[in-house]
């Protein structure tokens, strides 16, 4: 019994961790004024029937802090990633030269970084919920265990243990969204 409350601590642990690494790779989606590639990862474009990532589809280059380049691996891709650009809405006007799209980053407007803040909030919070199902779930097993025989005395250490990790993830995410709000308020 030892063994299966070990068995279900580290799995709430693993499903903790995995909503830990999900928001921190989609905040690097977040435009913080600097030219940052992984921005297009979120933009799909239409590439042979099926949706693909923007950097599946082109080599995104960053020359400097404030343009990027985004060279598609097949010029007729050129107009489909621009229109994808400009319909993700993430704030850059793409310019064309018939071989590359330009991106030059502008600075982000106080109601924009604002606005990503806010946005940046909901993700951590949606990253909270998952890590507080994942407790519940991995409670309710050891509730069952219990049921099943599994003494008292080992499933509240179990729950306890559950609970120290939950709180370590929650004070992550909140660490996280503190030096996320930072790099997007500075200007």
Do not use: C, H
């Amino acid at each position: 019994m030892l063994e299966k409350s070990k068995e279900i601590i580290s799995t709430a642990k693993v499903k903790m961790s995995d909503a830990v690494a999900f928001l921190e790779e989609d905040l690097k989606t977040y435009r913080a004024g600097k030219a940052n590639p992984a921005v297009f990862n979120a933009v799909m474009v239409n590439y042979y029937g099926s949706m693909t990532p923007v950097p599946q589809v082109a080599s995104v280059t960053v020359p400097d802090a404030k343009t990027m380049l985004i060279q598609p691996w097949e010029k007729k891709m050129i107009p489909i990633i621009e229109k994808a650009i400009m319909d993700a809405n993430i704030g850059f006007t793409p310019q064309n030269n018939g071989e590359q799209i330009r991106i030059n980053v502008p600075a982000l407007t106080e109601e924009r970084r604002k606005d990503l803040v806010k946005k940046a909030k909901v993700a951590g919070e949606n990253a909270k919920i998952s890590i507080r199902n994942a407790r519940r779930d991995g409670i309710e097993m050891l509730k069952k265990l219990q049921k099943d025989g599994m003494p008292e005395d080992v499933a509240k250490d179990a729950e306890n243990e559950i609970q120290k990790e939950t709180d370590i993830f929650t004070k992550k995410i909140d660490e996280i969204l503190v030096v996320k709000e930072k790099e997007i308020m500075t200007v």
